[in-house]
């Protein structure tokens, strides 16, 4: 099999996943803490993901940050996992808003949360029209 043939063959067996995290406007609601980010969907999960634009300061106070993502094919989106990995200070991050986009096909959480220092939280994902994440911008 020629290195064109096999590099078709894991783009047809794995996704791009795009997502979008839109952390609360409100005091203290950033973090500069790691946040390991995993999908799940109807016939799998990924792998935890490290959620981190380098020379970026991610997650802060009423901002929005995307974050490519190649993975396996996991069905339909069903939740995701997140964990908040203490690192320098005992804070909260709040989350206003994630939205997952794979192909033309949109999920997002319903509601805002709290995400506090090294436990998972696991959030419920629903459908969303196309023109949502645009929507969502910056």
Same mark, same amino acid.
């Given at each position: 099999?020629?290195? !064109?043939e096999k590099?078709?063959?894991? +783009? =047809? +067996?794995? *996704? *791009?996943?795009?997502?979008r995290?839109?952390t #609360? !406007?409100?005091? $203290? #609601?950033?973090?500069?803490? =790691?946040?390991? $980010?995993?999908i799940?969907?109807?016939v %799998? *999960?990924t792998? $935890?993901m490290?959620?981190?634009?380098s020379m &970026?300061n991610?997650? +802060? =106070? %009423?901002? @929005?940050d995307?974050?490519?993502? =190649?993975a #396996?094919?996991?069905? !339909?989106?069903?939740? /995701?996992?997140?964990?908040?990995? &203490?690192q320098?200070v005992?804070?909260?991050?709040? /989350? #206003?808003?994630?939205i997952?986009k794979?192909?033309?096909?949109?999920?997002?959480t319903?509601?805002?949360?709290? @995400?506090?220092?090294?436990e998972? @939280?696991?959030?419920p994902l629903?459908r969303?029209?196309?023109?949502? $994440?645009?929507? +969502?911008?910056?």
């Amino acid at each position: 099999m020629s290195d !064109d043939e096999k590099k078709q063959k894991i +783009e =047809r +067996e794995t *996704k *791009k996943y795009t997502i979008r995290i839109r952390t #609360a !406007d409100q005091r $203290f #609601a950033g973090t500069d803490d =790691r946040i390991m $980010f995993q999908i799940v969907g109807s016939v %799998g *999960k990924t792998i $935890f993901m490290d959620l981190n634009n380098s020379m &970026h300061n991610d997650f +802060e =106070r %009423g901002k @929005v940050d995307d974050f490519q993502m =190649r993975a #396996a094919c996991v069905g !339909d989106l069903e939740s /995701v996992n997140i964990q908040k990995l &203490h690192q320098i200070v005992a804070d909260k991050w709040i /989350v #206003a808003r994630i939205i997952i986009k794979c192909g033309p096909s949109i999920w997002c959480t319903p509601n805002s949360l709290t @995400v506090v220092k090294d436990e998972m @939280v696991n959030l419920p994902l629903s459908r969303m029209c196309p023109d949502s $994440f645009e929507n +969502e911008s910056k």
